[in-house]
């Protein structure tokens, strides 16, 4: 299997329409049409027989790319939750101080943190070269990332009552974007695959942790 980097120039070539994506529209999918394209052989991407591996590393950095978006979905939903939560009065205080809204919110800002260092452990992985137990910890850092999102931007709906399913807030609005997270570049369940079957092979990654 070998890659190669097609120019949009190239005869043959043309995009169909945009998918009408329920979240991330702000970086639209298309469909790509090859109408007879003769594809030369300077325009393959490493070495013949190079593309699966090539694959396999853009996915590990798009991972990573897409770990970064579900965690600033995840600030986004709980800084405005915590906003909301602060300024909406129930019974003669905000909603924040009551019990249920207050550890909801502790809660989230905790799962929210330790997604995010998990993030960060990953990424110096991934920048240090360090293998199969990189690709290992990117996977958990995007199980762990999008994870986080979808639970933050459920609960933001909820913060935010009767307001949360309106579009005059932004929460509904990033709890479609944390679904799509979810999915491309690896469904959750690919990423729980890839984590197990490492996990099968050499066990949980210490070393790799630092710990």
């Known amino acids: ?6 120019p949009r ?18 970086t639209p999918a298309s469909v790509v049409n090859f109408d007879s394209v003769r594809v030369p052989s300077d325009w393959r ?14 996915l590990d950095e798009a991972r990573l790319n897409i770990s970064a978006i579900a965690l600033g979905i995840c600030r986004r939903a709980l800084d ?17 101080r009551h019990q249920g809204i207050g550890f909801l919110l502790a809660d989230l800002a905790s799962e929210m943190a330790a997604a ?19 690709s290992t910890l990117v996977s958990m850092a995007k199980l762990a990332t999008t994870a986080a999102a979808m639970r933050i931007t459920t609960e933001a709906i909820q913060i935010h009552g009767g307001a949360g399913l309106t579009r005059d807030y932004i929460v ?5 974007d944390a679904k799509a997270c979810q999915i491309l570049d690896g469904t959750t369940q690919i990423q729980e695959l890839i984590i197990s079957r490492q996990l099968e092979k050499v066990g949980f990654p210490y070393e790799v942790l630092g710990w």
């Open 1 to 6: 299997m070998s890659a190669f980097l097609v």
């Open 9 to 26: 120039s190239a005869p043959g070539l043309s995009l169909g329409r945009d998918e009408n994506l329920i979240g991330l529209r702000g």
């Open 45 to 58: 991407l490493g070495d013949e027989g190079d593309g699966f591996r090539l694959a396999m590393v853009s």
């Open 80 to 96: 405005e939750s915590i906003e909301f939560a602060r300024n909406r009065v129930s019974f003669g205080q905000p909603i924040i």
């Open 116 to 134: 995010w260092s998990i993030f960060d452990r990953a990424l110096d992985a991934y920048e240090n070269n360090e293998g199969r137990a990189a």
């Open 172 to 176: 509904e609005k990033l709890f479609r």
